[in-house]
């Protein structure tokens, strides 16, 4: 590493207040971007409601956005082939009592020889063949929400439900239309099924690491997200890489397509010496900080002590220093010598490797050494004032 | 000739009417000349500005300056160009030489211009107000009583309301305004919203321009009348930004709104002014070269109280600085001098002549001679300034020479001739002395005629000087060869000579050591050279100096930062000191001013750069000493940054000086910046270990950092995105350069589309987005490299050479001689490559140029005066008898001037010029009486001739000889703004006085009896 070392003898007198000394801390180095992204949903996520029945759609019970459980009523369908399946098992009931008092006559006959065990045969099998066809239709009627047992007289309203919780997005089919069997009619969300696809670049993408989290951020609300995988395909119009990230949303609605920011943040992967931003500064073509020589440091923690004091001793001593010393040719000297005690400062050349928050990563300083952590300003322009404006005899 | 004088008395009505007439016009030129506090000594200069907003040096440098210096440098007349690039500006001054017509140069330059080839979108070059140096004449403030008003309202005040107004007083040539802030509208755009509304960045400038439109449709007829058809399409208020479209597809609009905040903001700005610790809205007016500042800032102030009433209420124009201030001081200091003179010859004469009607008029003669001089400075364009009317202060003391011979002989001759007709005694008395008057008078107009060969700023300075004298000469002349006779023949009685108690005493003194040098004249001819020649190896040694520094009893410093301080940083800096100045140094001063950075036109201060000036309150006793101890303190206090003291207008003087601040200076000329830092840094050492070096300070042109932009071009093909594009991002949406503007009235904003938070920091700026047209979205870092680099702040150049100054000062020491050293030594210890070079530059040039032309003018006057002597004495001998006097009066000059401890500057060379003057019109006045005594008495010895001739002539000479003594003695003891600068000329010239009447008195009629002893026998 190649070290510059310029050291600068002069006092930081009044200004010390303005020169904040810390420590190089050993940090934990993450990345922080922020690109577009773009909430979606993914295929599975989204279900249709269909009317199993053709027919007339005659009402819905629900409206886009709205909120529906399992097992709401989503709408209503007159339909003429449920009204024939109802009558259909009407007709199956009357005709099953009618098998059965059959069969039970051609069983007396049967006991008492007058009916051959043919017929006994035949009237069991029709009486069986009765049963299963309404057996059959009833399921087929509680399966379209309609109680069998409750059925009296033949319906031809058939009623659809939710059959999962979700959130109504979209009415498919305009009211009183006629449908046919298997028509999606309503369009449901379910509500855990947001997803945003950060765009990033290409470059980024590639050297991103497996465990990143993100965060969106729309309209002031902030979402956490969870990465899922990267896209195996750019977006052609942008040509960005696409990462998957699911939102771990609260019942929130979000709008998707709906372009937001995200926030990615990848975290502390490795460790650097670090130091605060505010520490850095050009010098001379390339990046430095500033750190205290040898023994210029405990004359400033001594200072720091002081606090709001040293300012007037700084200032007595100058006094004095004038009183005594200031005219004959060696003062300047001596001031010189007595500045050189005090806070001297070296330049440090660095090379920065990564920035996090506040802080940057830097080749060049050891953990735990101090540097001026903030009025590098101050520190600079001495070292250059020295540097450039001399004073003479 | 004696005709002539009876006549003058014949008509003396006439004559008195013509001097009453005369001494009228002259009263009025008094009250109506110009007043300045300096003569103009601005070089013909035209100035060209090119404001680059967000550019850097070196592509001003190559793009603009050099384009412009290029075509100028074709220019005829052109003396010197001088350039200096820096961030957003190049600045190109070229000097012209002196006797072209201002006008007519800026002609020329605008036609140049016109041929300059300057990139479009980079600047439009302007030239800099008509204006001098030291046109600065009036500093005001916007102050906000009712404190309601922003400092962007403030601007916008100055711009709109108070500039205006001020610029179209008589004289004004231009308004400048610095601090406080230009409002503009921001258009806030995040670059990511731009791919969820499918627009580009060219798209919203596009949008912004094209919506702002007006347009006539002309009119239509209906109903006999005429309405007239307006398409008024500009923005009238915000809405209408946001509401503008900027792609529309199908019915769906995309509206400036929909991706951005637009909001009222403040455009970068590169100066500031902070008073007494809190920014101010600060204005500066300059005057037009030529005119009378005094006249002008009247004018201002007479306009103020309008400016004030259309100003909001609460807000009203304080007064910062007025030049007049300064320029009454100065012209005080002159004028107290000039009467207490006029007052002191006054005494002089009546203790000499020691009657009353004598004294009464050659008293008169003082103020009449004076106003035929202001007569002629009005008729000559000369200003009443420091220098112009020292030049009366100096002659006030032989104005009356000429009129005291003439009264003296005629009082003389009545009082000889008690029978004789007056009329006839006194044109007699006249024509006896006119011959010798009016060669005496020549001969010192002559003397100081050739001053005003004197080129440069010394020649600017003392011409007017050298002028003034001519006229008052002039006029005494008039008066003592026109008025004179007339005066003498109503007033003069013949009477007994009253014998003054004061000569009675001085005689007794005087003979027995003529008795004495008489009879050891060759000794004391011998003693007197070798006199002189010791003065003479003095004076070779003394230091020299091209001006002694004036004192404008102000505080001002110039305060630098290190190269690239932010102007927040530098506000902050001001704002500190100030407070730290009225606290500490609350008895002395009233009020701090820091201007910092640059105003608005053409200034070339950078961000680090700051002018502090000091309001003191009255009454301080010790002004240099409450200036060392403050200068001391605030550079221990404030330490980071440089103060150098200076003063109002000898900074604005100093950078006259080639654009160099400072009194001394070494540029550097060479190609590469890094090899000229590396021979500054050499030089400065160098310079370390010469004796006298009080501060130096190099011009630090690196160390500015940078983030460079540079476009990797094959990254952005793969985007479809153009190095336009890019280019247009960076100024308009980081470099916040408007597109449009928004019409107020007569008022306009710009609006710019800034980027929201490109400027955060390094890495924010790295990660704009763009957006090509067909979609593809891209950071900017990634299709350019963007690294942070050191560059030069500034690039100065000289004849279209780079440069670099190293400036210092020097105390106690002479700069002629430390110069002389400090070059043998940067010649033996610093390695110069090939292609470079040094000069040196400063006060220290202007010297050397005014020594060079010295040395030509000073043999000439001496041939022309030789030449005057001969045609007056008609004799070789005579005249160099005559000139022979002059060294005896540089004797006492030579030993006043090293007594003092004044070093050799142009101002005492004046002096010695004036002594040259007195010292030859003492030996005429010696000499033609001995030729008169030898042609009346042919027969007496020599030497008894001798010595009733200086006998006889003892009192016109001690008369002249104190008179102009006594006449500037008040220049000597005069305090106040400008006395300095006379202060080592009046030295000199009152050395000088002492000891060319004494030898006069003593050595010349030796000299006269080693040169005539012979032939008289």
């Not at chain 2, 002539?4 to 007439?21: D, E, H, M, S």
């Not at chain 2, 003389?412 to 006839?424: F, T, V």
């Not at chain 2, 009233?590 to 003191?616: C, D, F, H, P, W």
């Amino acid at each position: 590493m190649k070290r510059l070392f310029i050291t600068l003898f002069a006092a930081l007198s009044l200004h010390a207040s303005d020169v904040v000394i810390e420590k190089a801390e050993l940090k934990s180095f993450g990345k922080q971007i922020h690109v577009n992204a773009k909430i979606v949903q993914l295929s599975n996520q989204r279900q249709q409601i269909v009317s199993r029945l053709g027919g007339h759609l005659e009402r819905y019970f629900v409206e886009p956005g709205k909120k529906v459980k399992d097992g709401d009523k989503i709408a209503e369908v007159k339909s003429l082939e449920l009204s024939r399946m109802s009558a259909d098992y009407i007709a199956l009931g009357k005709k099953l009592e009618a098998a059965k008092a059959r069969l039970a006559s051609t069983e007396s006959l049967y006991e008492k020889g007058l009916a051959s065990k043919q017929d006994l045969n035949r009237e069991q099998i029709a009486f069986a063949s009765i049963e299963a066809d309404r057996n059959a239709l009833a399921s087929q009627l509680a399966s379209l929400g309609v109680t069998p047992s409750s059925l009296k007289k033949p319906t031809d309203t058939l009623i659809i439900r939710a059959h999962s919780d979700g959130l109504v997005s979209r009415l498919l089919v305009p009211l009183h239309t006629n449908l046919s069997a298997e028509t999606p009619i309503v369009s449901l969300v379910r509500s855990s099924g947001y997803y945003a696809i950060a765009y990033i670049g290409v470059a980024e993408a590639l050297n991103m690491p497996k465990k990143v989290e993100g965060e969106l951020h729309i309209d002031g609300k902030s979402f956490r997200c969870r990465y899922l995988y990267l896209l195996p395909k750019v977006d052609e119009e942008t040509q960005r890489a696409q990462m998957l990230f699911w939102i771990e949303s609260d019942s929130r609605p979000l709008l998707l397509n709906a372009f937001a920011e995200m926030e990615i943040n990848m975290p502390p992967f490795k460790k650097h010496v670090a130091v605060k931003r505010t520490a850095l500064t050009m010098f001379e073509g390339e990046w430095v900080v500033f750190v205290p020589s040898e023994g210029g440091h405990e004359e400033y923690a001594e200072h720091d002590e002081h606090g709001g004091h040293d300012e007037h001793d700084e200032h007595d001593e100058h006094d004095e220093h004038g009183e005594h010393g200031g005219h004959d040719e060696n003062s300047g000297h001596d001031e010189h010598a007595e500045h050189t005690e005090k806070k001297p400062y070296e330049v440090r050349v660095v090379e920065p490797v990564g920035r996090f928050g506040g802080y940057i990563a830097v080749k060049g300083v050891e953990p735990g050494e101090e540097y001026v952590a903030d009025g590098v300003y101050f520190v600079k322009s001495l070292i250059l004032k020295s540097e450039l404006g001399g004073h003479g005899h | 000739m004696e005709k002539f004088f009876k006549l003058l008395i014949r008509y003396k009505l006439l004559v008195l009417a013509l001097f009453v007439a005369v001494a009228g016009f002259g009263y009025k030129a008094y009250k109506e000349i110009p007043v300045d506090a300096f003569p103009d000594i601005t070089p013909k200069q035209v100035v060209i500005y090119t404001e680059s907003p967000g550019n850097s040096a070196q592509d001003i440098e190559k793009l603009i300056t050099y384009p412009i210096e290029s075509a100028m440098a074709g220019l005829p007349g052109v003396k010197m160009i001088l350039s200096n690039s820096i961030f957003g500006l190049s600045y190109v001054s070229i000097f012209f030489e002196e006797r072209y017509d201002t006008y007519f140069l800026r002609q020329l330059v605008t036609e140049r211009l016109n041929s300059v080839d300057i990139p479009q979108g980079w600047g439009k070059p302007v030239m800099g107000p008509n204006t001098t140096g030291l046109g600065q004449v009036f500093w005001y403030r916007i102050k906000d009583n009712s404190g309601k008003q922003s400092l962007t309202r403030l601007r916008e005040l100055q711009e709109y309301v108070v500039a205006p107004m001020l610029k179209s007083v008589d004289g004004v040539e231009e308004v400048i305004g610095w601090g406080g802030f230009d409002k503009q509208y921001e258009v806030l755009i995040d670059p990511k919203r731009l791919q969820a509304v499918d627009v580009t960045y060219d798209e919203i400038i596009e949008a912004l321009q094209k919506a702002n439109r007006s347009a006539g449709g002309q009119y239509l007829e209906m109903n006999r009348e005429q309405y007239l058809i307006r398409g008024s399409g500009f923005y009238r208020t915000l809405e209408d930004i946001k509401n503008t479209v900027v792609r529309a597809k199908e019915a769906k609009a995309v509206t400036i709104g929909d991706i951005a905040d637009v909001r009222a903001g403040r455009a970068p700005r590169f100066g500031a002014v902070s008073i007494d610790g809190e920014e101010a809205m600060f204005g500066m007016v300059l005057q037009r070269s030529g005119t009378n500042a005094a006249k002008v800032v009247e004018r201002i102030k007479e306009k103020i109280p309008l400016v004030n009433a259309a100003l909001p209420a609460g807000v009203e124009i304080e007064t910062v600085y007025d030049r007049t201030e300064i320029t009454h001081k100065a012209v005080n200091t002159m004028t107290s001098a000039l009467l207490s003179g006029a007052l002191l010859v006054a005494v002089i004469l009546f203790l000499f002549l020691f009657e009353l009607r004598s004294a009464f008029i050659v008293i008169l003669s003082l103020p009449l001679s004076l106003l035929i001089a202001f007569l002629l400075m009005k008729e000559y364009g000369i200003s009443a300034n420091l220098m112009s009317l020292s030049g009366l202060a100096i002659a006030i003391g032989m104005i009356v020479d000429g009129t005291i011979v003439v009264v003296e002989n005629a009082f003389r001759l009545l009082h000889d001739k008690p029978e004789a007709s007056k009329i006839d005694i006194i044109a007699e008395a006249t024509a006896g002395v006119a011959k010798p008057v009016i060669f005496a008078l020549l001969i010192i107009a002559a003397i100081f005629i050739p001053l005003l060969s004197l080129g440069g700023l010394a020649g600017k300075l003392y011409t007017p000087m050298a002028i003034d004298i001519v006229f008052v000469m002039l006029g005494s002349l008039a008066v003592a060869m026109l008025l004179v006779p007339v005066l003498s023949y109503l007033l003069l009685k013949p009477a007994k000579h009253g014998v003054s108690p004061l000569m009675r005493g001085i005689k007794a003194l005087y003979l027995p050591a003529l008795k004495f040098t008489l009879h050891h004249a060759k000794t004391i001819t011998l003693l007197a050279a070798l006199l002189f020649g010791a003065t003479a190896w003095l004076l070779s040694q003394q230091g020299r100096e091209f001006m002694p520094e004036l004192n404008e009893e102000s505080i001002m410093y110039r305060v630098i930062g290190i190269p690239g301080t932010a102007l927040t940083q530098n506000i902050e800096t001001a704002k500190e000191m100030e407070r730290y100045i009225l606290k500490e140094y609350g008895t002395e001063v009233s009020s701090v001013l820091s201007m910092i950075g640059r105003s608005e036109k053409g200034e070339t201060a950078q961000a680090n750069y700051m002018e502090v000036l000091l309001t003191l309150k009255p009454g301080i006793e010790d002004l240099p000493a409450l200036a060392k101890r403050m200068t001391q303190d605030l550079q221990e206090r404030f330490e980071y940054v440089q103060f150098v003291p200076t003063q109002p207008i000898a900074m604005r003087i100093e950078e006259l000086l080639e654009g160099v601040k400072a009194e001394l200076a070494v540029k550097i000329f060479g190609d590469d910046q890094k090899v000229m830092d590396s021979i500054a840094s050499q030089i400065q050492k160098v310079l370390g270990t010469v004796e006298g070096l009080e501060r130096t300070e190099v011009e630090t042109q690196l160390g500015q950092a940078q983030v460079t932009i540079r476009p990797d071009f094959l990254a952005l093909s793969r985007y479809g995105i153009g190095a336009d594009e890019v280019m247009r991002v960076i100024r308009h949406g980081i470099g916040e350069e408007p597109v449009t503007e928004k019409i107020e009235g007569i008022r306009r904003f710009g609006i710019v589309p800034k980027i929201d938070g490109a400027k955060n920091d390094i890495e924010s700026l790295g990660a704009v987005m763009l957006r090509s047209a067909s979609g593809k979205m891209v950071r900017l870092d990634e299709v350019c490299d963007v690294k942070v680099v050191q560059g030069p702040s500034f690039i100065k150049r000289e004849d279209l050479s780079r440069y670099m100054v190293i400036s210092m000062d020097v105390e106690g020491r002479d700069i002629a001689s430390f110069v002389k050293e400090a070059q043998l030594k940067i010649d033996k210890e610093v390695d110069i490559p090939k292609g470079y070079y040094t000069r040196w530059a400063g006060d220290f040039k202007n010297m050397q140029e005014a020594t060079k032309k010295l040395m030509v003018i000073v043999p000439i006057t001496i041939v022309i005066v030789i030449l005057l002597l001969y045609t007056a004495f008609n004799s070789i001998k005579k005249s160099l008898l005559i000139l022979l006097g002059v060294p005896m009066g540089l004797i006492g000059g030579i030993i006043a001037l090293v007594m003092s401890g004044e070093y050799l500057s142009v101002s005492a060379i004046v002096g010695f010029i004036a002594i040259f003057a007195i010292a030859i019109l003492n030996g005429i006045v010696l000499v033609s009486f001995i030729d008169e005594l030898r042609e009346r008495f042919p027969d007496v010895e020599l030497e008894t001739l001798l010595k009733d001739a200086a006998s006889l002539r003892l009192r016109p000479v001690l008369m002249t000889a104190f008179t102009t003594l006594f006449g500037i003695l008040p220049l000597l003891y005069v305090t106040g703004v400008g006395s300095e600068i006379q202060y080592p000329l009046a030295v000199v010239v009152t050395g000088g006085i002492i000891s060319s009447t004494l030898l006069t008195l003593l050595v010349l009629p030796a000299l006269y009896l080693l040169f005539y002893k012979k032939e008289h026998k």
